[in-house]
C-alpha cells in the first residue's frame, strides 16, 4: 500500500499526484491519510473545544477533494481516505508500518515560508522504515532520469534497488552516482594522494554495485557516473535534469538528523526534483 499525507498545500497535492501515479505503475491501492493534533487547543484556562472539529471538518474537504482529483486523472487506482487524530509526523511513521511507500509534501500550511523541508516531511523521512518520498509543489517536467546517490558501503544497497525498480516502471534511464570528496589533510603537501587510484576506485565501486542488480534489469538503461566532488553537490547538481533521486538513510541514532544522514538531509534540502529517502 502507498499511503500519502495531506493537508491541503499546494505541495501536499504534488505529493497526491505523485503518489497516485505510482500507485497506477506498480498496482498499489493508495491510503490518503489527514491528521489532526487536538492537542494545541486543549492547553490554556478556557480551550475551545470547537475548533479541533472545525479543522476535522476541513479535513474531510481536503480527503474527498483528494480522493477525487486521483479519480479523475486514474480512475482504475484503488483508493482509501483516512481522518485519524494526532500530531501529523507521529500519524505518518505510525501508518508506514502497513506501507510500501509513503509520501509527503516538502512543506506544510504551517511551514516556515524560507523552508525548503517542513518538519513533518524532515521527521517522515527520518523514522520511516518503509522509502518516504518528498514531493515539492513546484510542476517538474517528465522524461527525466532517476539518479541514485550510492557510497562504498553496502548500507546503500536498499536504495539501489528502489531506484532501479523505479526506473524500469517509468521507462526511464538510471544514472548512478558516487561522489567522493577528498579530506582536508590530503590537500597537505606532504602527503601524496593517488588521483587516479582514488579515480578508479570510485568507478569500481558504482561497477560493482550495479552488477548486483543489471542481471534482473536487463532493461534499464544504466549511466554510472563518479564525481570527485562533495556528494550533496552533484547530487543537487543532478537533480536539475532528474524526475526522482533516491538516497539512503543509514537509521542510526536517536535525532532526526542523526537518522537522516549528512548527505540525505542536505539532498532534501535542496534538491530540485522529488526524492527518495530509503532506508537501510
Not at 14 to 24: G, L, R
Not at 221 to 238: F, G, K, S
Request: net charge negative; with cysteine; proline share 6%.
Amino acid at each position: 500500500m502507498i499511503i500519502v499525507g495531506v493537508d491541503g498545500s499546494v505541495a501536499a497535492r504534488a505529493a497526491v499526484e505523485w503518489a497516485a501515479n505510482d500507485a497506477f505503475r506498480t498496482g498499489e491501492p493508495l491510503r490518503i491519510v489527514y491528521a489532526v493534533d487536538r492537542s494545541p487547543y486543549q492547553i490554556g484556562r478556557y480551550p475551545d473545544a470547537a475548533l479541533p472539529d472545525v479543522l476535522l471538518g476541513e479535513g474531510s474537504r481536503i480527503l474527498r477533494e483528494a480522493e477525487t482529483l486521483v479519480h479523475e486523472r486514474l480512475p482504475t487506482v484503488e483508493v482509501t481516505t483516512e481522518d485519524v487524530e494526532g500530531r501529523p509526523a507521529e500519524v505518518l511513521r505510525e501508518q508506514a508500518k502497513d506501507a510500501t511507500e509513503i509520501v509527503v509534501g516538502s512543506r506544510g500550511l504551517g511551514g516556515f515560508t524560507g523552508a525548503l523541508l517542513g518538519s513533518v516531511s524532515a521527521h517522515v523521512a527520518g523514522h520511516a522504515h518503509c522509502p518516504v518520498v518528498v514531493v515539492r509543489g513546484e510542476p517538474r517536467p517528465a522524461g527525466g532520469e532517476v539518479v541514485v546517490g550510492v557510497d562504498d558501503s553496502q548500507e546503500c544497497l536498499p536504495a539501489l534497488a528502489y531506484a532501479f525498480e523505479q526506473a524500469k516502471l517509468r521507462h526511464r534511464p538510471l544514472r548512478v552516482m558516487h561522489a567522493w570528496q577528498l579530506p582536508v589533510h590530503a590537500f597537505a603537501p606532504e602527503i601524496s594522494y593517488d588521483m587516479d587510484e582514488v579515480r578508479a576506485a570510485q568507478h569500481r565501486t558504482v561497477r560493482d554495485h550495479v552488477a548486483l542488480f543489471s542481471g534482473d534489469y536487463p532493461q534499464v538503461e544504466v549511466v554510472e557516473d563518479a564525481q570527485c566532488a562533495h556528494p550533496v553537490e552533484a547530487l543537487t547538481d543532478a537533480s536539475q535534469r532528474a524526475e526522482l533521486l533516491v538516497v539512503g538513510s543509514h537509521g542510526r541514532g536517536a535525532l532526526t538528523s542523526i537518522l537522516l544522514g549528512s548527505v540525505s538531509r542536505g539532498v532534501l534540502h535542496h534538491a530540485h526534483c522529488p526524492v527518495a529517502v530509503v532506508r537501510a
